[in-house]
């Protein structure tokens, strides 16, 4: 049995370091629901490139290579972008 499996490596740099901004001080007045912390993701992920691989080997080294100083800063200006556009924009009731 093979352990190949597609996946968008951003999407899971993006989603935990979402869950972190949510869940930090600074950001502690956002809604920090399911509903909102997927639609901060999607709105990030909508604004960066993919990134999938196939393979375990392939995915650790993406990984290595999307948390570049340079790329983890563009992606926290995304996320903080992301986290004030779906707060303006509540469509459910808390």
Request: aromatic share 8%; hydrophobic share 40%; charged share 25%.
């Amino acid at each position: 049995m093979s352990q190949l499996r597609l996946v968008n490596v951003m999407e899971e740099i993006v989603s935990g370091l979402v869950r972190y901004f949510l869940r930090s001080v600074e950001y502690q007045t956002f809604c920090n629901c399911e509903e909102c912390e997927l639609n901060i993701v999607a709105n990030v992920l909508n604004n960066l490139p993919t990134y999938y691989v196939v393979s375990l080997n392939a995915r650790e080294e993406a990984f290595n290579e999307l948390k570049d100083s340079r790329n983890i800063e563009n992606i926290n200006k995304e996320i903080i972008r992301a986290i004030h556009a779906v707060g303006k924009r509540r469509g459910h009731v808390e």
